[in-house]
């Protein structure tokens, strides 16, 4: 571009010259026509791009894609894609979403995606019994506390709270942080005010905030308290976070080791999600080396009745807070043990960002499978309901036989059954629809979300790189 330049202003170019001149003082060339061609669109300016490697002017477009009342014929061009996260918007708008609408996924399963849940930053949830050290956890991660936090040895945080980064430190109340819409929490309007009255978000100016969003929940109560004295459905808004989430970390200490029947609900709540669960041996300090043997093996042997998975979970021992080790209890082996043990879990911390990317692809493929399969049940009743009469008694019965129905769903379309919901939360679901009233099932819409997830994911892979490296 250089030897252009010298060209331009009339310059013999020649090695001699070159030798003698500075290039650093030679200015760009001039390039006629591109003016012309930027005002017709036909080549796209560089610019700046956010975290999730969307830039700025296209996010009013892509902002566009999700506030078309009718997708069925929404195109898009590729040209509007600059990133990954752009190309799964594109996707979903285009083959998803049409298929969630049209089976009513939003009321089985989950709530149809905005574009604010893909251009949010990677959460890390924080679940425990009361005490057991989380807002002491987020603290020592911060150096410092958020907004409107409070730590002591009894049951302190009673509400859910969402840690950003922003311009300033101020807390925002739950139903406006909901009705936000760059906010990824619009689709928790639907556990009601109670709940609303109980999330607040806490937002500070802080580097790590930057990269990251923390969830601090409260204490998960023991008795009936958790289930009759919460005013929201307390399991629920748990799930619903452990779906949007990278990690969870599960917090013990050393003196509340006993998993209670509501906790082992909570637990219950994060399945299809064991990828991200860590647990947290906290407050390890406060027992001896031969004690703190004893309490890993009882953790080890409570788990292992809650979490029905054939993997051992990965337990981080430490005690995460900002008071020197108590070395006289533990001794040097055990200060140096949980030295280890919180690099490992910071270095664990510090790969979100970058594995964020990866993340959200794997849960969008999760997501369209468990549309598909949810099309394919929903194609399926309407299948066998009668045309004229006993429509009653014929929904009756595949409801009662509902298990049966997912058996025969499987065999026909050869789908694996650890894909298929689950059926007592289905069957309760169901009986608020009328059966003749669902779509019947369309192949062309289950051929787009397959082609989808053969063609356009990995093409689009291959197209972009990851934005987080």
């Known amino acids: 571009m250089q ?25 760009p060339p001039v390039m006629e026509g591109l003016d012309e061609l930027l005002a017709k669109g036909k080549v796209q300016p560089l610019v700046d791009v956010n975290v999730n490697g969307t830039s700025p002017q296209l996010q009013s477009t892509t902002a566009q894609w999700f506030s078309q009342k009718s997708v069925k014929k929404l195109k898009i061009p590729m ?10 918007k594109k996707l979903y708008v285009e083959k998803l979403k049409p298929l969630e609408s049209t089976y009513r996924f939003q009321d089985f399963v989950s709530s ?19 005490s057991t050290g989380k807002t002491t956890f987020i603290k020592h991660l911060l150096k410092g506390n958020y907004p409107g936090a409070h730590i002591g040895p009894e049951p302190t945080t009673d509400r859910f709270v969402v840690v950003m980064g922003g311009t300033d430190s101020r807390s925002v109340p739950g139903n406006t942080i909901a009705v936000q819409a760059d906010m990824p929490f619009s689709g928790l309007t639907k556990f009601g005010t109670a709940f609303l009255s109980k999330f607040e978000c806490s937002q500070m100016p802080h580097p790590l905030l930057e990269h990251i969003t923390i969830v601090d929940t409260p204490g998960v109560l023991s008795g009936e308290k958790q289930r009759t004295q919460r005013s929201y459905d307390f399991t629920g808004v748990t799930a619903w976070f452990a779906a949007k989430c990278d990690l969870i970390l599960l917090l013990f200490d050393p003196h509340k080791l006993d998993i209670s029947d509501e906790f082992k609900r909570v637990i219950g709540s994060l399945r299809g999600h064991d990828d991200k669960i860590r647990i947290v041996l906290n407050k390890a300090d406060q027992v001896d080396t031969q004690q ?31 008071k020197p080790i108590n070395e006289r209890a533990v001794g040097p082996i ?31 493929v999760k997501r369209a499978r468990a549309a598909k399969i949810h099309a394919h049940i929903i ?12 429509k009653t008694k014929a929904q009756q019965r595949l409801i009662d036989n509902l298990a049966e129905e997912f058996a025969k769903i499987q065999r026909e379309h050869h789908l694996a059954a650890g894909d298929f919901p689950n059926v007592d939360h289905f069957r309760e679901v169901l009986t608020g629809y009328s059966f003749d009233k669902f779509e019947r099932l369309k192949p062309k819409m289950i051929q787009a979300v397959d082609d989808m ?17």
């Open 292 to 322: 703190l043997m004893r309490v890993y093996g009882a953790l080890m042997w409570s788990l292992g009745k809650v979490l029905n998975t054939p993997e051992v979970m990965r337990v981080y021992i430490g005690s995460f807070n900002d």
């Open 453 to 469: 997830l053969g063609y356009d994911i990995p093409n689009l892979l291959k197209r972009f790189r990851n934005p987080y490296d």
């Open 79 to 88: 040209s509007h894609v600059t990133s990954v996260i752009d190309g799964l």
């Open 3 to 27: 030897m252009i330049s010298l060209a331009q202003t009339g310059n013999q170019i020649s090695g001699d010259m070159l030798k003698n001149i500075e290039l650093e003082d030679i200015s």
């Open 334 to 364: 055990g200060k140096e043990l949980f030295e280890m043990e919180q690099e490992d879990l910071l270095s664990d911390l510090k790969d979100i960002p970058r594995k964020a990317c990866d993340r959200r692809i794997n849960e969008f």
């Open 379 to 390: 194609g399926h009743l309407r299948k066998e309901m009668p045309s004229m009469m006993g």
């Open 112 to 130: 149809l995606l905005t574009e604010s849940e893909f251009d949010a930053k990677p959460m890390i949830m924080l679940l425990g019994q009361y």
